[in-house]
């Protein structure tokens, strides 16, 4: 395929035309490179994504359940059962990886089973860290 550039959550970075394989210190290097190119400082990098993107949070929960108790909440998830958390309300839902519940355009929470373990990965992004904790807590009111 033509991708550019492919990341992951652990923060491995893989870039077109070179190694199909994650490499941090081609990373950082590329990032100099443009550094020194476009006298920009890393400041200014990450000052010019929130001019572009705006802010947001992220974070990551693993809830460790057992495995029937896993299975449930996919099935809920494939029979649209949740259409809310707490009071976040369900637009929309995406399944390409795990089930992605949209509460607006830069809303969302993610609940995405572990193929190998009895975890279930909770992920939310909202404009503050705050939210981002408040819409995790009511994921896991509302699922278990």
């Given at each position: 395929?033509?991708?550019?550039?492919?990341?992951?959550?652990?923060?491995?970075?893989?870039?077109?035309?070179?190694?199909?394989?994650?490499?941090?210190?081609?990373?950082?290097?590329?990032?100099?490179?443009?550094?020194?190119?476009?006298?920009?400082?890393?400041?200014d990098?990450?000052?010019?994504?929130?001019?572009?993107?705006?802010?947001?949070?992220?974070?990551?929960?693993?809830?460790?359940?057992?495995?029937?108790?896993?299975?449930?909440?996919?099935?809920?998830?494939?029979?649209?059962?949740?259409?809310?958390?707490?009071?976040?309300?369900?637009?929309?839902?995406?399944?390409?990886?795990?089930?992605k519940?949209?509460f607006?355009?830069?809303?969302?929470?993610?609940?995405?089973?572990s193929?190998?373990?009895?975890?279930?990965?909770?992920?939310?992004?909202?404009?503050?860290?705050?939210?981002?904790?408040?819409?995790?807590?009511?994921?896991?009111?509302?699922?278990?």
């Amino acid at each position: 395929e033509d991708v550019l550039l492919g990341g992951e959550e652990s923060g491995g970075i893989a870039t077109a035309g070179h190694i199909p394989e994650r490499d941090g210190i081609w990373m950082g290097l590329i990032l100099f490179e443009f550094m020194a190119k476009s006298g920009k400082s890393l400041e200014d990098l990450i000052a010019e994504v929130y001019e572009i993107v705006g802010p947001f949070a992220f974070e990551r929960i693993d809830l460790h359940i057992d495995n029937d108790t896993k299975l449930r909440i996919i099935e809920d998830c494939k029979r649209d059962k949740f259409t809310k958390f707490g009071k976040y309300e369900v637009e929309r839902i995406e399944t390409t990886d795990g089930f992605k519940f949209f509460f607006d355009a830069d809303t969302w929470l993610m609940i995405r089973p572990s193929g190998t373990e009895p975890v279930l990965r909770t992920y939310a992004e909202a404009s503050t860290q705050e939210k981002v904790f408040d819409i995790l807590a009511d994921c896991k009111a509302t699922i278990l």
